[in-house]
């Protein structure tokens, strides 16, 4: 029996980290095995892949991003999530494909298709079983970002043009695919979207 796989998407600053990290409690309350995990650095392998398409200083070339994200994607869900996922445990991801479609193809404008079929190929088609994105606009995530100590990466240090772009690119999405895909509100207080989150998981466990 396969687990469940739950992935959570947004801008920097929507308080994805809080609301993975509540649902993951929530469920291990329930008595459900969990994994708790992330893109990019779910593994040792994408530790490495992280500190270079986040933190190394110069230009990188769209392209090469991309498969950056894909290759730490291919063994993140290779070692870590499909063998969790047989073994019927819950998988809980911050970011997933949908990240790539958005920031890659939206935000540093390739083709959306072909950078959505290069993370297929990475994962041999894997699909989250529910993704659940907190929007809100860039302006506002910006500023809840902006603190005197915070440095920037290199997604980050984007302007809200770019961030718009992937704002907007998740609404497309989640239009296109409805029972997989569902926008909540990043404003709201994080108990108000936690209660929304789980309505949203009981719906896809019964
Ligand atoms: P993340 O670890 O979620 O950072 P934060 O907690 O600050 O949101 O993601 C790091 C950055 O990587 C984020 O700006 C989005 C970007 N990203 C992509 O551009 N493509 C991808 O495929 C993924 C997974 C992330």
Redesign the pocket.
Known sequence: MSGLFITFE?????G??TQVQLLASWLESLGKKILLT????GTDVGLEL?NI??HRKGALAPRA??LL??A??AHHIYSVVKPALGAGTTVVQ???????????GA??VLQEQEVKDL?LWATEGLLPDLTIVLDAPAPYLRAR?SGDDRVF????AEGDDFHERVREAYHRFAEVEPHRIHILDATQSVEDIHQQVRQLVSSKTG
């Open positions: 947004g801008g920097d600053g929507s994805k980290t992330r893109e990019p650095g992280r398409v986040l991003e991309a994200y894909a730490d994607r911050d970011r997933y494909l949908d990240s790539s479609v958005a920031y890659q935000g540093r993370s970002i990466d290199r997604l980050e």
